[in-house]
């Protein structure tokens, strides 16, 4: 078998030094009649394993090769990073070799690894099988520094982004775009099979002692496999559980020591002063922050809602610090923390439907505007549809729904004081219309020609649940004349109900059900149960069928092994629209990547995000509930 040249990437860890794009023949390695290790020959090995020993043997180290894979290899090649571990740090070469490598790591994060962390050199390789007069064959294949230079400055592949760095951007390949996608997915699959192999093993283990009653299946930390609500390992590429764990005081992102000093270059992440060496030990904050710099510097932006003053005390620096401030806003200036109100899962959260707040919620009463905002009646939008003469006067997009684009724009067209504080709860509900709006168009017109209401499924609903009724505002908002008509389902995971949301059994056996016809055009059912499991399949289980838009408000993606099965439905049903919003912007990018390239590259800001900003325990980034939007399997009607 003949064999030219092919190039490989070296990415040095001294960001003084270029990468570099270098050849390599691969019968230079491994000639084309001797074998290599373990007896393969050329086109039946990843020769650059042995390449590299030889360049370590002639450099006098003593390192083992190791490779990652940066993308698998599947219907297409797969890259891998190939590095040396166990170098001798006695020799200079291997103190060398010791030193972090921010960009191969930012390459890493790019492609959804937030765990990893390289040090020393770096070198990049490309594999894939290749039809030969002798038959497919696994080959070693060119790959360029051009391919992989914008991620090894920032992870974040986004073009607005990318931008910032470079004065000409350069189109980000397919692999690496879909590179998140895919490890995911290796991820889950890996989490199925554990899944399986562990419920196989507890069978095993109960077979053979049934009466030992402390004989647990799990992880040495207590974790399983289940879809419950599972913490992920802290990494800096995963803040989506982060962001929704605030604290009374702002900690250490390395040690998680208390701490009030900001990085001074990005000024969002928390470290520990001299002389602790946290800083240094977590240089992999490195890798991500002069991105992070580009996210802090639009809180000025994300701070502007064309509201009146009274939302400025809720985005300060003390609510980025502290939950104090919002609770003294509800309690003492507007006075709403009342039994009853809508307000009061805004305190103390949901947790799992066990606070103070959840315990009392009751989804079975219905409450008037009125006696859920607990505001002056002037304070609040009617309870009603808009009128027919602003509705034939008002702006329509391409379906005709009202182009509502603002805060302002929704006040005025609701006859709502600018000094009203509506939109602190009102998010929600416009934020499932800004989704209908945005990205509703081709789900919309398909519903309307088959004659039935579109079906949104919104999954992970939580402090919803304390305020269904709100919802009406979403059909309020749509046409009156029969046009449209929207079934909203809302599940909630079992574990997520508190005591009093236990609804009657529907007898189906698909868990608690309850249905609202909220308005003429909008009916809402509450479900119960785990989205795409074996418990309940999104086509038969939720509501009248399938959905056509799947919605989750604040989802962090990354956070809890639940959303994996409805990313993989989403993958698997590319004529379903999914749409997500995120706190902060990182999150956002990391669970929108999870979609691929044109997902992540959807990210925007929702311009019905909360005016409040919210604090975050060990980092500084803007953060607004229901702050960007994000949607995989986007479609629109000139397609």
């Not at 794009?21 to 019968?27: A, C, G, K, L, M």
């Not at 009657?504 to 989205?531: F, K």
């Not at 795409?532 to 408000?553: K, T, Y």
């Not at 900003?613 to 479609?635: D, T």
Request: aromatic share 10%; net charge negative.
């Amino acid at each position: 078998m003949k064999s030219t040249s092919i190039q490989y990437v070296i990415i040095p860890w001294d960001e003084s030094l270029p990468l570099e794009t270098r050849d390599i023949n691969p019968s230079s390695v491994l000639p084309d009649n001797s074998s290599g290790e373990n007896g393969y020959h050329l086109g039946e090995c990843d020769i650059f394993p042995m390449y590299l020993k030889q360049l370590l043997g002639r450099t006098g180290g003593d390192g083992v090769v190791e490779v990652l894979p940066l993308k698998r290899m599947g219907s297409s090649s797969g890259v891998y990073a190939y590095h040396y571990s166990a170098y001798a740090s006695n020799t200079e070469s291997g103190a060398r070799e010791q030193n972090p490598n921010t960009r191969a790591t930012r390459l890493a994060m790019a492609c959804g690894l937030h765990s990893c962390r390289f040090r020393g050199t770096v070198y990049i390789g490309r594999l894939g099988y290749v039809d030969t007069s002798v038959g497919r064959q696994l080959q070693n294949l060119s790959i360029s520094q051009d391919e992989i230079q914008g991620a090894c400055h920032s992870p974040d592949l986004r073009s607005c982004i990318q931008s910032q760095f470079f004065t000409v951007v350069n189109d980000v390949p397919d692999w690496l775009q879909n590179s998140a996608r895919s490890n995911y997915q290796d991820g889950e699959s890996l989490s199925a099979l554990a899944s399986v192999m562990m419920n196989h093993q507890t069978s095993e283990d109960s077979d053979d002692d049934d009466d030992d009653d402390d004989d647990e299946s799990c992880d040495d930390d207590g974790s399983t496999f289940s879809q419950s609500e599972k913490e992920i390992p802290h990494t800096e590429g995963n803040v989506a559980l982060q962001s929704s764990l605030p604290s009374s005081t702002t900690l250490c992102l390395q040690c998680r020591g208390p701490s009030k000093s900001l990085c001074p270059a990005c000024n969002s992440a928390y470290f520990c002063q001299e002389p602790r060496k946290c800083q240094t030990n977590g240089w992999s904050h490195q890798c991500i922050c002069p991105t992070w710099q580009i996210y802090t510097e639009r809180r000025e932006l994300l701070s502007k809602f064309g509201l009146d003053s009274w939302y400025l005390k809720l985005i300060g620096r003390d609510c980025q610090l502290s939950d104090k401030p919002y609770e003294d806003f509800l309690a003492e200036t507007l006075k709403v923390l009342k039994p009853g109100s809508w307000w009061a899962t805004e305190i103390d959260g949901w947790s799992a439907g066990q606070s103070g707040s959840a315990k009392r919620v009751d989804a079975s009463i219905r409450r008037s505007y009125e006696e859920g905002f607990s505001l002056d009646t002037h304070l609040i939008p009617v309870e009603h549809p808009v009128d027919d003469e602003r509705w034939l006067t008002w702006p329509k997009d391409e379906v005709g729904l009202l182009k509502i684009e603002s805060w302002e724009e929704y006040y005025s067209l609701r006859d709502i004081p600018l000094c009203s504080p509506v939109a602190l709860l009102c998010t929600f509900p416009l934020t499932i219309y800004r989704a209908i709006t945005q990205y509703g168009s081709v789900p919309l017109t398909v519903s309307k020609m088959l004659k039935r209401p579109m079906r949104i499924h919104v999954v992970g609903v939580e402090k919803e649940m304390n305020f269904l009724d709100l919802f009406k505002e979403v059909g309020f908002l749509l046409p009156q004349d029969g046009s449209v008509n929207i079934e909203l389902t809302f599940v909630v995971r079992p574990d997520m109900l508190p005591p009093k949301c236990k609804m009657p059994h529907s007898g189906s056996g698909r868990g608690y059900q309850m249905r609202l016809d909220l308005a003429s055009n909008l009916v809402l059912n509450v479900q119960s149960g785990v989205y795409g499991d074996n418990e309940l399949n999104p086509n038969f289980d939720c509501g009248s069928g399938p959905p056509d838009i799947i919605m989750g408000m604040n989802a962090g993606l990354y956070a809890y092994e639940s959303w994996r099965s409805v990313v993989s439905y989403l993958k698997n049903n590319p004529h379903v629209v999914g749409v997500f919003t995120d706190y902060n912007e990182h999150s956002g990018t990391n669970c929108a990547s999870l979609g691929g390239g044109k997902a992540r590259e959807s990210l925007c800001i929702n311009p019905f995000r909360q005016p409040r900003a919210m604090p975050v325990y060990c980092m500084n980034l803007p953060q607004f509930s229901n702050g960007f939007f994000y949607v995989y399997n986007e479609q629109t009607l000139d397609e």
